[in-house]
């Protein structure tokens, strides 16, 4: 049974630096195409897409987000890390961490973790 | 980055036939792949790549693309199916989501 679950802080200052780890299980991070997206949605709002990492260590940023985002793996403990610098209150919401399955045609991500909410407030 | 727009509400009937569409410019090179998320729960991938339905996901649920076009139709929409449905897909940056549309069972 694939699983993958969150872990950090619930609630960190404006400006400090966010890390989340996701450990997964039920596969390995080195299996050949395999991948590990992070993934938000603040309350009451939509899905938004930061970031994702492969087995190959290829890595891919939101666009918007790419200044304060690092993705890395430690395939070892089986765990994907996010950090995020310089968090405001908008950066309030759930965060998924998800599995990827891919081609050339489409990128799905499933399953899901249950979620994390990060509240960033003073 | 490019942009999935979706319907923020649709409203079916009970066991009548609903269609929930996502459009942008990614969808003319990708396929889209559709979640469902129910209040205070992780989305649940249901259609992915051409028309592909993960284990367990019933077979009332599809998916279809034309241009820049993509549809999850539900055929014979049951209470359980109300729930929030979001779009992603590829796109030339990384990865983009749907707005998401609230799916309501009369």
């Known amino acids: 049974q694939v699983t993958l679950k969150e872990s950090g802080p619930v609630l960190v200052k404006p400006t400090e630096t966010l890390t989340l780890t996701c450990t997964v299980s039920?596969?390995?991070?080195?299996?050949?195409?395999?991948?590990v997206s992070w993934i938000r949605q603040p309350p009451g709002k939509a899905l938004e897409w930061l970031a994702h990492i492969f087995s190959n260590d290829e890595k891919s940023y939101s666009t918007s987000l790419k200044s304060r985002l690092t993705i890395s793996k430690d395939t070892s403990k089986s765990q994907v890390v996010l950090t995020m610098t310089n968090m405001d209150p908008v950066d309030t919401a759930t965060y998924y961490c998800?599995?990827?399955?891919?081609?050339?045609?489409?990128?799905?991500?499933?399953?899901w973790g249950q979620g994390t909410l990060v509240t960033v407030s003073s | 980055s490019s942009e999935l727009t979706q319907d923020p509400a649709v409203s079916v009937a009970l066991g009548q036939t609903v269609r929930i569409t996502c459009q942008g410019d990614s969808l003319r090179s990708y396929y889209a792949s559709w979640y469902q998320q129910k209040p205070g729960q992780a989305p649940v991938l249901v259609i992915y790549?051409?028309?592909n339905r993960p284990s367990g996901i019933p077979d009332r649920f599809s998916g279809s693309s034309s241009g820049n076009t993509a549809s999850l139709t539900i055929t014979g929409a049951q209470a359980e199916d109300e729930a929030d449905y979001y779009c992603?897909?590829?796109?030339?940056?990384?990865?983009?989501f749907g707005g998401g549309t609230k799916l309501t069972v009369l």
């Open positions: 039920g596969f390995s991070l080195s299996n050949a195409r395999m991948g």
């Open positions: 992603n897909s590829r796109d030339s940056s990384g990865v983009v």
């Open positions: 998800a599995r990827i399955g891919s081609s050339g045609w489409y990128l799905a991500f499933d399953p």
């Open positions: 790549g051409k028309n």
